[in-house]
């Protein structure tokens, strides 16, 4: 009855646990699995099947039912399971940070910080971020540069996507759940066998919810998504020591994405005045011709409904969003080593007319993102020595269309600006790593990799075309920009672990990491750097080994940092290597079983960052000047000079994040169990941009969940009760003070309200 009731903590437990949480893995690398202590979390962050507890990261694994218990069903949700994760939702595109590493630009030629991979399958693209998640065996979060065994854009850390392969028995799993916003979610999955040589299993998500967001202006909600997706999966074992994985998907997200809140800084009441004195502007630029004003302290924000405010007088933004994904994994154990080869193939259309405050459209006429990655890996252990080497390619190809409008510029509407840009983008790599044992208790480990990255765009831009109407109806020829990018890069590894026994593990570490280079419109620029020391401990302790209690400490000394600029309207944003920041924190994780009935775990994460040379443009609120949006320090019109930004904290940083969950399991014996759950999550304040303007700060906020799930006694069916986010937070996910042309607007977007229902699962 002990170990039932273990087991069944571990596998209902807290909703949301940002911790290690015991789950069941499967093997992976083609390795065979022996009977796993269920306290044992098996992971493969480093290319190999490995208990967590031994591995000298600092990591969160999350189990694929608890993704299903806290309504995960896509990347923009993984926030509530994983607080180390720091989530930007700006319309279609998404971006995340960990330890204060992330990217705040959306620019076709910028990557992401941390390296995403779904079954090894490498995600990069913004606008792909938005993937559906579903039937996952787990998620495993890496903290930290992850530069050797991940490589390029790994300066934060990697997030794997494990999804769940099929099983050599017949079985059938199957969730629904009904919740406020009139929300529907079905998924699950059949697995078939296929003659003892492995098996098939087909899954599939729908889910929908209506608009979280009410706007009294044009009488409409925002917010509603509808996502269906599919999942055939094939796995085969036809002889010993080979495993072959193949998985085709589809899918498809219809919504009508969160209206920004906004508020006009022109309307009667709103502004700096003249000389930048009124409603917490500052004057930034006395020298030059013009008052120019930031709005470094004024307070709109404070008086946002979050949950009814005016969206832009355009209306809503409708987004359609279609993936087709091919991936596969074949390893083959030979006895030296392990060969294994694992590739994806990803085509992604994405179509969105999004309505810009106060009155634009920012219109996609054609999105394509195409990426294929291949990995050909050999593992093994020769005399102790655990190595591993191989090599890596990454395409990508970006065809995007787009144009921004304004549809009361001439009878017919203008374009304020249209473009098409084509990038395609190639990245080659080489790596090895070996973990050598020293002495009984102490192993060294290193790791190199050369990474090669090139990259090409054909940029065309029709400016400004008045009473244009569709634009490629103007019959004007574009400018055309030919553009290249490339360079080198080698990453390494050092670090000593020290395991004076099976249930401890001490570790120290110095790894680099970097995110490529690229261009904007203009020209190239060069690829941002992070060197990190940490150390770390992982406990593990209790007569069934039920505890666990991991701490860690990290310095990271980040260069070159890749810096989006407004220098000029007509150009747009260009991309600069204006930054340093150093950034130290602290983590501690504790997991723990009081008793049979009862579990504890909770986290807490401390992150010291601040940009130490920082150069970026003001966008102005500039007096009596028309459209002039960019400040300039030097009143000279031939030199400009830009502020330094140095003692700013990044974006989406909180200082503290600290989470508590506690599980009691009711035990009626023959009748069942019912788990009690509380997952309680606080995160203090934050800012939302570079410039840490006050109308782009987060206060401190907590979130807490609660849910009841009942499992007879055989487990096969179960029954949830849940309500997320208690407290009915709606955190600020995105805020940005825009002036262009005749506008200056502030405009803001949030996180999903309180929301809750009941879910109903079986599984046989």
Avoid at 84 to 102: E, H, K, S
Avoid at 365 to 376: A, D, G, P, V, Y
């Amino acid at each position: 009855m002990k170990s039932r009731n273990l087991r069944t903590a571990m596998l209902a437990g807290s909703a949301i646990a940002a911790m290690a949480t015991p789950v069941f893995a499967q093997e992976a690398q083609g390795e065979k699995a022996s009977a796993i202590d269920p306290n044992v979390i098996i992971v493969t962050a480093q290319n190999r099947a490995q208990n967590v507890q031994d591995v000298p990261i600092a990591m969160s694994v999350l189990g694929g039912e608890k993704l299903e218990e806290a309504g995960v069903t896509d990347f923009n949700q993984m926030d509530r399971v994983a607080p180390a994760l720091n989530i930007t939702n700006d319309t279609v595109f998404t971006r995340v940070a960990i330890r204060g590493v992330g990217t705040n630009s959306n620019d076709e030629a910028q990557d992401q910080s941390i390296a995403i991979n779904i079954d090894g399958e490498y995600l990069n693209r913004a606008n792909v971020l938005g993937v559906s998640l579903f039937d996952m065996e787990r998620v495993e979060v890496l903290r930290g540069p992850q530069g050797t065994l991940y490589g390029r854009n790994a300066t934060g850390g990697a997030i794997n996507f494990v999804t769940r392969k099929p099983g050599d028995v017949f079985a059938v799993n199957l969730t629904g759940t009904y919740g406020n916003y009139d929300q529907i979610t079905l998924d699950g999955g059949v697995d078939v066998p296929l003659a003892g040589i492995g098996g098939i299993r087909l899954s599939g998500l729908f889910d929908k919810h209506d608009g979280y967001f009410y706007h009294p202006n044009i009488d409409a909600r925002s917010g509603s998504s509808e996502k269906k997706a599919g999942r055939l999966s094939l796995r085969l074992e036809p002889t010993d020591g080979l495993r072959i994985d193949l998985a085709g998907e589809y899918v498809k997200v219809d919504s009508i994405l969160a209206a920004n809140a906004w508020t006009n800084l022109n309307a009667a009441g709103n502004g700096p005045g003249a000389d930048c004195s009124l409603n917490g502007f500052e004057e930034i630029a006395p020298l030059t011709p013009n008052v120019q004003c930031i709005p470094s302290n004024t307070n709109f924000l404070s008086t946002i409904d979050r949950d009814s405010y005016d969206a832009a007088f355009t209306g809503v933004s409708p987004s359609e969003q279609e993936s087709k994904v091919v991936r596969g994994k074949v390893a083959y154990d030979f006895g030296p080593a392990i060969v294994t080869y694992t590739g994806g193939y990803r085509v992604t259309d994405q179509d969105a007319d999004i309505a810009l405050a106060p009155a634009y459209y920012f219109y996609d006429f054609f999105n394509r993102t195409k990426t294929q990655s291949h990995e050909l890996r050999l593992n093994g252990t020769l005399n102790g020595i655990e190595w591993q080497t191989g090599a890596f390619y990454f395409h990508e190809n970006l065809r995007n269309s787009r144009g921004l409008f304004s549809p009361f510029i001439g009878p017919n509407g203008s374009f304020i600006n249209a473009f098409r840009r084509d990038v395609t983008a190639k990245s080659w790599a080489a790596f090895g790593q070996v973990d050598v044992p020293l002495t009984a208790t102490l192993t060294a480990v290193g790791g190199l990799r050369y990474t090669h990255d090139k990259r090409h765009g054909l940029f065309d831009n029709y400016g400004f075309v008045f009473n244009s109407g569709p634009v490629e109806q103007t019959g004007d020829a574009p400018s055309q920009l030919d553009l290249d990018a490339k360079g080198s890069k080698v990453t390494w590894l050092a670090g000593l672990n020290y395991k004076p026994n099976a249930d401890t593990l001490i570790y120290g570490k110095v790894s680099t990491g970097y995110k490529a280079g690229g261009f904007d419109s203009v020209g190239a620029y060069d690829p941002e750097t992070n060197t990190a020391y940490e150390i770390g401990s992982k406990l593990t302790f209790g007569d069934m080994r039920q505890h666990k209690f991991n701490l860690s400490g990290y310095y990271y000394d980040y260069k070159d940092l890749q810096v989006s600029v407004l220098l000029d309207n007509s150009i747009g944003g260009q991309i600069f290597n204006a930054g340093k920041a150093v950034i130290w924190g602290a983590e501690a994780e504790l997991s723990i079983g009081l008793d049979e009935h009862n579990f504890f775990n909770a986290s807490f994460n401390y992150t010291n960052a601040e940009y130490k040379d920082l150069l970026a443009s003001y966008v102005v609120y500039c007096v009596g000047c028309g459209d002039i949006g960019v400040g300039d320090l030097d009143p000279d019109p031939n030199n400009i000079v830009q502020p330094n930004l140095a003692g700013n904290k990044p974006p989406q940083t909180p200082k503290f994040v600290i989470t508590m969950g506690y599980d009691h399991i009711f035990d009626f014996g023959s009748a069942g169990t019912l788990t009690a759950s509380v997952f309680s999550k606080f995160k203090s304040s934050y800012f939302t941009d570079i410039f840490n303007y006050r109308d782009s700060k987060q206060k401190a906020f907590t979130q807490t969940d609660l849910t009841l799930l009942y499992k007879p006694e055989d487990e096969r069916w179960s029954v949830q009760a849940f309500v997320r986010n208690l407290e009915n937070e709606k955190p600020l996910t995105y805020a940005a003070y825009v002036a262009a042309g005749p506008d200056d607007v502030y405009t803001w977007q949030f996180g999903t309200p309180r929301t809750y229902g009941i879910r109903v699962g079986i599984d046989f």
